[in-house]
């Protein structure tokens, strides 16, 4: 019922952008927080960035001051703007809501 497909990942060198999004359909609770978590080869799972209903947002310390989220809700898509990309930011990059539902991941590879 509820699906969620990102876009946007591809192969850049650093320093360069992307812009990730995260299409939403089906029921989610309009309270649900939405967020970005990524997967690095050989690393486990961790949490990016995440916005709220009410628009409190999160940066994991890694990416603060480069990445950006933010939300369309008339289009129920989010977004993650990634600018001046590292090689560590190399990982398929996850959307989920409400810390239950989750997209299939797109990739993204940053090469020096």
């Known amino acids: 019922q509820v699906q969620l497909v990102e876009s946007g990942g591809g192969s850049v060198q650093a320093g360069g952008s992307l812009k990730l999004s995260c299409v939403a359909s089906?029921?989610?609770?309009?309270?649900?927080?939405m967020g970005w978590y990524r997967q690095a080869p050989g690393k486990e799972r961790e949490l990016v960035s995440n916005?709220?209903?009410?628009?409190?947002?999160f940066y994991a310390t890694s990416v603060k001051g480069r990445f950006t989220i933010s939300r369309d809700n008339a289009k129920y898509t989010m977004y993650l703007q990634m600018n001046s990309l590292k090689i560590e930011d190399t990982a398929v990059y996850y959307c989920?809501?409400?810390?239950?539902?989750w997209g299939q991941g797109t990739e993204v590879t940053v090469s020096s």
């Open positions: 989920a809501a409400c810390g239950r539902y």
């Open positions: 089906g029921y989610i609770s309009s309270t649900c927080g």
């Open positions: 916005i709220n209903h009410d628009g409190t947002i």
